[in-house]
């Protein structure tokens, strides 16, 4: 990593950061705290910035991206995308999807290991699904209830990236949040194409 916490530039000069969710580990933090965290990052400097936003990313996106001068556009990637007053619960059914192990003692949420490659990295090299397990953390059910106070999306340009081979998010009901995006484009990939598609998604932000 640079000095200032950004990865070093690849193709085109382009420096990136992946801020790391506060609700994602222990702590039992929430939404407000990932919003923060994020807004931090985007606050830093006035660099013209592309903010990626990956499946629960366009919860906390949708908030901390709004008003920041610097972001000039927003690519979602299998990503929700709320009005204003609404949070993760508001993209679910009655029940937790069967990929998903719930802790309500714990307090806590996450994929099953089990069902992970499958679900979400059917499509990635052997390499990448052999590791994958082990990056696995729970997050803290609070991001589920909360509410979000901004959508970024209403006011900043958008794409909407739809990966059609996605077995977590349904690439029928990534269309629908779609239709919000000021942009669309569909790629034959799974719920993780930056790792199973890493070119094509490298070209699109380019071309952002």
Do not use: N
Not at 122 to 150: F, K, M, T, W, Y
Request: glycine share 12%; aromatic share 6%; net charge negative.
């Amino acid at each position: 990593m640079a000095p200032d916490g950004r990865a070093p530039g690849g193709a085109g000069g382009v420096s990136s950061v992946a801020p790391e969710l506060p609700s994602c580990g222990p702590g039992g933090w929430g939404l407000g705290e990932d919003v923060a965290a994020v807004r931090r990052v985007l606050e830093v400097g006035d660099e013209p910035t592309v903010v990626v936003a990956h499946s629960y990313g366009g919860i906390v996106t949708a908030e901390a991206a709004a008003g920041v001068a610097s972001v000039r556009h927003l690519l979602l990637i299998s990503s929700y995308l709320p009005e204003v007053g609404q949070g993760l619960s508001d993209f679910g059914g009655e029940s937790p999807a069967p990929f998903l192990d719930v802790d309500l003692d714990a307090g806590t949420f996450g994929v099953r290991p089990e069902l992970l490659v499958d679900t979400f990295l059917h499509d990635c090299d052997v390499d990448v699904r052999a590791e994958a397990v082990d990056h696995l953390v729970r997050q803290s059910v609070r991001v589920i209830g909360q509410p979000v106070g901004a959508a970024a999306w209403q006011d900043v340009p958008s794409t909407y990236l739809v990966c059609s081979r996605d077995r977590g998010t349904p690439a029928r009901s990534q269309q629908e949040f779609a239709r919000k995006a000021g942009r669309v484009v569909e790629l034959d990939a799974g719920h993780h194409p930056f790792l199973s598609r890493p070119v094509e998604v490298r070209d699109l932000l380019l071309d952002l």
